[in-house]
């Protein structure tokens, strides 16, 4: 007799899995849709899975699937800033937005809906999540500037400046990404100098800030 092809063994997924499963699938589609073009059947298609399975998961639903997977992207932008301390503040700054802008470009649609608003899935949470994740940008990039007790107009600057991203990103998107990543990764960070430089002519704190960015450079 001709042996016969061993199947694998089927693994039954745990609670955590499965749910990591359903969010994967999720946040794929929102990546690609706004979230009120997504349903429930897609997700549950997406992740091989019926839609019941979902419901068992998440009993709110599409609002509460949404708000979920929007927790996860969120983990993801705030880990963008948490860089290592090695090299100088804008080489660290440069690599934290290298990671942005990939997110970016990987979420585009999803993102894009994001950060415009306007979705009928919009609520306070979904708000305080993605502000939260501008706070903690804002954090890391003080942290990093050496920053511990920022005055008001260096942590306005800074939380400024990350609007400014945002809006540039999105931007971005609409001009077909254009100008390249790297490019609008070393615009930005540009930007960053120019306009702490601003407030430097207004503040001490800032000024003291600025002349060490000069002094570090990139490296």
């Known amino acids: 007799m001709t042996p016969q092809t061993a199947t694998p063994a089927y693994r039954r997924l745990s609670v955590e899995e499965r749910r990591r499963q359903l969010l994967d699938a999720a946040l794929t589609l929102f990546a690609h849709r706004a979230p009120e073009d997504v349903s429930l059947d897609d997700v549950a298609e997406a992740a091989g899975v019926s839609r019941p399975l979902v419901y068992r998961y998440f009993p709110g639903g599409k609002q509460q699937l949404y708000e979920a997977a929007l927790g996860s ?34 979420h585009d649609t999803g993102f894009a809906a994001l950060l415009r608003g306007g979705s009928v899935v919009e609520t306070s949470r979904t708000t305080a999540i993605v502000d939260g994740v501008r706070r903690a940008a804002a954090e890391h990039i003080l942290s990093h500037l050496g920053a ?25 998107l609409d001009e077909d990404k254009q100008p390249p990543a790297g490019e609008l990764r070393d615009w930005l960070v540009d930007q960053f100098v120019a306009t702490l430089s601003v407030t430097a002519a207004r503040d001490e704190q800032t000024a003291a800030l600025v002349g060490t960015l000069t002094r570090d450079g990139r490296d």
Not at 82 to 102: I, K, M, Q, V
Not at 161 to 167: F, Q
């Open 73 to 106: 992207a969120a983990d993801e932008l705030r880990q963008c800033f948490d860089e290592p301390r090695t090299g100088s503040p804008l080489a660290r700054l440069t690599r934290a937005l290298t990671r942005y802008l990939t997110f970016v470009d990987e």
């Open 148 to 172: 511990t007790e920022p005055g008001p107009r260096l942590r306005m600057t800074i939380r400024m400046w990350i609007t400014a991203v945002e809006a540039a990103s999105l931007i971005w």
